[in-house]
């Protein structure tokens, strides 16, 4: 986005009563640097300066109209970010960037600069013709972060929100950036759909189906690379493995990150300690007796996912 312009970078106009409207710039410039070249009427005059003061940088060409009561540093630049903050500055008290400008954000969903969308409390309104709005009685209950300055809804109220807008396929992609990339497992997204659960709740049908597909696998396991091979087979629509099955075979107990029982199919995904000489000797060991007790152990490296996942569905497709 453009850069706030500070206080040295104005020229010292002629038209200008420097005595009375440069400590307004000098004021000004810490706000605008913070909320990328944006200030409110109501800011300005709570830094101490008249509306006197304003007009007199807007009609000197210092600062320029945003929006109502909205005012920046005249020939900055209106990036999205901008937008952004635009929208939260007109806003009432306590709305939040969401949906899919909160996505994008974040950085997940494959969402590029999307329309400017926030909510507002119930019956607080704001219409613009570049902002997409939603009102909501539980925007109290958002987990409110802040990303280069703008308030925005976190990744937990995402989950939420998203599932009201986007296709189904586009929201389990952004649901799995979201656990895979940034730690948020299932139980922490079935406590936060048990909290906004209400009737008609926009966006709660897609978490609860999505959460479904989940809480109906046997099993525990929320380690990354398992997690990848698991919403690999699910969206394959391949029936669900047991996580962590545990069985005894050669005389030990072993746990296997993913299993069909009942076919005796083993999936282990071998994260990158496997690549250690001992944790090697040990998972031939553990294949060896594996396969004796009359199991299929198909293997999938965590370094190499990409190359390994189309074969692992490929004969999981033929054993299935």
Not at 59 to 70: A, I, P, S
Not at 95 to 101: F, V
Not at 126 to 144: F, G, K, N, Q, V
Not at 160 to 183: C, P, W
Request: net charge positive.
């Amino acid at each position: 986005m453009g850069g706030a312009t500070v206080a040295a970078d104005f020229p010292r106009s002629s038209l200008l009563s420097e005595e009375v409207v440069y400590p307004l710039i000098e004021l000004a410039a810490p706000l605008l640097r913070a909320q990328h070249s944006l200030i409110t009427r109501r800011q300005s005059i709570r830094l101490g300066n008249s509306e006197a003061c304003v007009r007199h940088l807007l009609r000197n060409g210092v600062w320029e109209t945003v929006d109502t009561g909205l005012y920046g540093p005249t020939g900055v630049a209106m990036t999205w970010r901008r937008q952004l903050m635009a929208g939260v500055l007109l806003a009432p008290a306590g709305s939040l960037i969401s949906h899919r400008a909160s996505a994008a954000l974040h950085g997940v969903g494959g969402l590029d600069r999307p329309r400017p969308e926030i909510t507002v409390p119930r019956g607080r309104r704001l219409r613009r013709p570049w902002l997409i709005t939603h009102e909501s009685l539980d925007l109290a209950m958002a987990d409110r972060i802040v990303i280069d300055g703008i308030p925005t809804t976190g990744l937990r109220r995402l989950a939420v929100d998203l599932g009201g807008v986007v296709s189904f396929a586009r929201f389990k992609h952004t649901i799995r950036e979201i656990r895979h990339g940034h730690g948020i497992s299932s139980d922490q997204l079935l406590h936060t759909y048990l909290r906004h659960k209400r009737q008609g709740r926009t966006g709660s049908g897609s978490l609860r189906d999505w959460l479904d597909r989940y809480f109906t696998i046997a099993g525990t396991s929320e380690s990354g690379p398992e997690l990848v091979v698991l919403d690999a087979i699910l969206d394959a629509g391949l029936a669900p493995p047991v996580r962590q099955h545990e069985l005894r075979v050669g005389g030990r107990t072993r746990r296997l990150d993913l299993a069909y029982p009942a076919l005796k199919i083993a999936i282990e995904v071998d994260g990158i300690q496997h690549d250690d000489v001992d944790v090697g000797e040990d998972d031939a060991a553990r294949t060896e007796a594996l396969v004796t007790a009359g199991w299929t152990v198909l293997r999938v490296r965590a370094r190499k996912l990409a190359t390994d996942l189309p074969g692992l569905l490929r004969e999981l497709r033929t054993r299935l």
